[in-house]
């Protein structure tokens, strides 16, 4: 037990005294919070931009459609005729909408045409067919002596509210909500896994190359060795994203600060309207905020937490032993390659596996791969958050610490015999031999 600390304490030490490991715990929360700045920043300044379209309208029917918005203006060139309208926005404007004179609305409704320099914007265009579509059903109303008004009126947006029958009630917000919180574990598992199970495996392929092993080796046992390189490295990324989220943290805050007089302005301007408007909008964002904190209070907190936990360690203890049988049975990084697909595919399976999860979160798929182990992990922590009954994670749990003991008894055969064994590519059949000794 006591060599299993020190060579614990060794791999974890080693780690974070390691100068890529200090830069990237430094400089990753600044790339994280600096993209989504940018992300920010390029939106506003991309929903700040006013494109001119020109439109002619030989119809005479659809001049009411072309409503300036905060993002489009539009212009009526309709009296200059097509060919002039085409060469003035070929040199001054943004696209120009062409509405031929047809004899029927069918007829018209097809023949419409978008003239541009470059490919245009897919919502723009969106926006223009869905206005035009609008006026022509309107048009085509009237002429069956329709009361257009009158059918406008009859317009109704129906809202369905869910509620189980335990009177507990959800809603769009609830659902994003939930979507948000699985779909965060799920990959924080998936890029825990893989960031430092890679970094086990390049530590033991590492002293395999250099033949610290073999001196190591003759002290303790392999599978002590195995547990204390996995234990070791789990602690020094947990430390790692630790740091990461604190200090993302900060930044925000400091960003929202920053930002803070911005949005001061904006909510002085915004009183200039009217006190009943305004007294509308506060109103509303009392009530959203209000249903937010409702949809917290509803999630399953602590089975989240405790799940979160188990699934955490039981998945990377399971992938970080077989990450480590793979270090141990080869003898650069690139003999790797032929093992990690069989790896992997059980991960991205179960990031893909989230999105049905999503839309059918009690279906047998979600079910069945909430159960697997190599996929539990991540698929079971998406379904949590939308109600998962006890057994079923009491289940897929059990399944979780009995694939874990049994990976863990083959991955330590596979090192004991792999960490000497130098100048051979290991093959599947070879590893199978392996454990049988």
Same mark, same amino acid.
């Given at each position: 037990?006591?060599?299993?600390?020190?060579?614990?304490?060794?791999?974890?030490?080693?780690?974070?005294?390691?100068?890529?490991? +200090?830069?990237?715990?430094?400089?990753?929360?600044? /790339?994280?919070?600096?993209? &989504?700045?940018?992300?920010?920043?390029?939106?506003?300044?991309?929903?700040?931009? @006013?494109?001119?379209?020109?439109?002619?309208?030989?119809?005479?029917?659809?001049?009411?459609?072309?409503?300036?918005?905060?993002?489009?203006?539009?212009?009526?060139?309709?009296?200059?005729?097509?060919?002039?309208?085409?060469?003035?926005?070929?040199?001054?404007?943004?696209?120009?909408?062409?509405?031929? $004179?047809?004899?029927?609305?069918?007829?018209?409704?097809?023949?419409?045409?978008?003239?541009?320099?470059?490919?245009? %914007?897919?919502?723009?265009?969106?926006?223009? *067919?869905?206005?035009?579509?609008?006026?022509?059903?309107?048009?085509?109303?009237?002429?069956?002596?329709?009361?257009?008004? $009158?059918? $406008?009126?009859?317009?109704?947006?129906?809202?369905?509210? %869910?509620?189980?029958?335990?009177?507990?009630? %959800?809603?769009?917000?609830?659902?994003?909500?939930?979507?948000?919180?699985?779909?965060?574990?799920?990959?924080?598992?998936?890029?825990?896994?893989? +960031?430092?199970?890679?970094?086990?495996?390049?530590?033991?392929? *590492?002293?395999?190359?250099?033949?610290?092993? *073999?001196?190591?080796?003759?002290?303790?046992?392999?599978?002590?060795?195995?547990?204390?390189?996995?234990?070791?490295?789990?602690?020094?990324?947990?430390?790692?994203?630790?740091?990461?989220? @604190? %200090?993302?943290?900060?930044?925000?805050?400091?960003?929202?600060?920053?930002?803070?007089?911005?949005?001061?302005?904006?909510?002085?301007?915004?009183?200039?309207?009217?006190?009943?408007?305004?007294?509308?909008?506060?109103?509303?964002?009392?009530?959203?905020?209000?249903?937010?904190?409702?949809? @917290?209070?509803n999630l399953p907190i602590l089975t989240m937490f405790f799940s979160f936990i188990i699934y955490f360690l039981g998945g990377y203890l +399971?992938?970080?032993?077989?990450?480590?049988?793979?270090?141990?049975?080869?003898?650069?990084?690139?003999?790797?390659?032929?093992?990690?697909?069989?790896? /992997?595919?059980?991960?991205?399976?179960?990031?893909?596996?989230?999105?049905?999860?999503?839309?059918?979160?009690?279906?047998?798929?979600?079910?069945?791969?909430?159960? &697997?182990?190599?996929?539990?992990?991540?698929?079971?922590?998406?379904?949590?958050?939308?109600?998962?009954?006890?057994?079923?994670?009491?289940?897929?749990?059990?399944?979780?610490?009995?694939?874990?003991?049994?990976?863990?008894?083959?991955?330590?055969? +596979?090192?004991?015999?792999?960490?000497?064994?130098?100048?051979?590519?290991?093959?599947?059949?070879? /590893?199978?031999?392996?454990?049988?000794?």
């Amino acid at each position: 037990m006591n060599k299993l600390k020190l060579i614990v304490k060794r791999e974890f030490l080693a780690k974070v005294k390691n100068k890529s490991f +200090i830069v990237m715990t430094i400089l990753s929360p600044l /790339l994280m919070v600096g993209l &989504f700045a940018l992300i920010v920043f390029l939106n506003q300044k991309n929903s700040e931009e @006013i494109r001119t379209v020109a439109f002619v309208d030989e119809s005479n029917l659809m001049e009411s459609v072309f409503i300036d918005s905060e993002s489009t203006k539009y212009i009526n060139l309709t009296e200059l005729g097509l060919a002039l309208a085409k060469e003035k926005t070929n040199e001054f404007y943004y696209g120009l909408v062409y509405i031929p $004179k047809k004899d029927s609305l069918n007829e018209l409704a097809s023949s419409i045409l978008f003239y541009s320099n470059e490919s245009p %914007s897919l919502s723009l265009v969106g926006d223009i *067919e869905h206005n035009l579509e609008r006026k022509i059903r309107d048009l085509k109303i009237e002429q069956l002596q329709f009361d257009i008004e $009158k059918i $406008k009126a009859a317009e109704t947006v129906v809202t369905v509210h %869910s509620e189980n029958f335990s009177g507990e009630k %959800s809603s769009k917000m609830g659902s994003m909500l939930k979507m948000a919180t699985g779909g965060g574990f799920g990959y924080l598992i998936f890029m825990f896994i893989i +960031i430092y199970g890679t970094s086990v495996m390049r530590s033991v392929i *590492e002293e395999k190359t250099s033949r610290i092993i *073999e001196v190591i080796i003759s002290s303790v046992k392999p599978f002590q060795l195995m547990m204390g390189k996995i234990i070791g490295n789990a602690l020094a990324g947990i430390l790692q994203f630790i740091i990461w989220m @604190i %200090s993302a943290g900060f930044l925000m805050f400091a960003i929202t600060l920053i930002l803070g007089p911005d949005a001061t302005e904006v909510a002085a301007n915004s009183t200039q309207i009217t006190n009943g408007v305004v007294q509308q909008v506060q109103e509303s964002a009392m009530s959203d905020i209000q249903l937010a904190l409702q949809e @917290i209070k509803n999630l399953p907190i602590l089975t989240m937490f405790f799940s979160f936990i188990i699934y955490f360690l039981g998945g990377y203890l +399971i992938y970080s032993s077989i990450y480590a049988a793979i270090g141990a049975a080869v003898d650069s990084e690139t003999d790797t390659q032929q093992f990690m697909m069989p790896v /992997l595919m059980p991960l991205i399976i179960a990031i893909y596996v989230g999105f049905s999860v999503i839309e059918n979160p009690h279906g047998p798929i979600a079910l069945g791969f909430s159960l &697997f182990p190599l996929t539990s992990p991540i698929v079971m922590l998406m379904r949590i958050p939308f109600g998962v009954p006890w057994w079923q994670i009491a289940v897929s749990m059990f399944l979780l610490i009995i694939t874990f003991i049994g990976i863990v008894w083959f991955a330590a055969k +596979i090192y004991r015999v792999g960490i000497l064994m130098y100048g051979k590519k290991p093959t599947y059949k070879e /590893l199978y031999k392996w454990l049988k000794y």
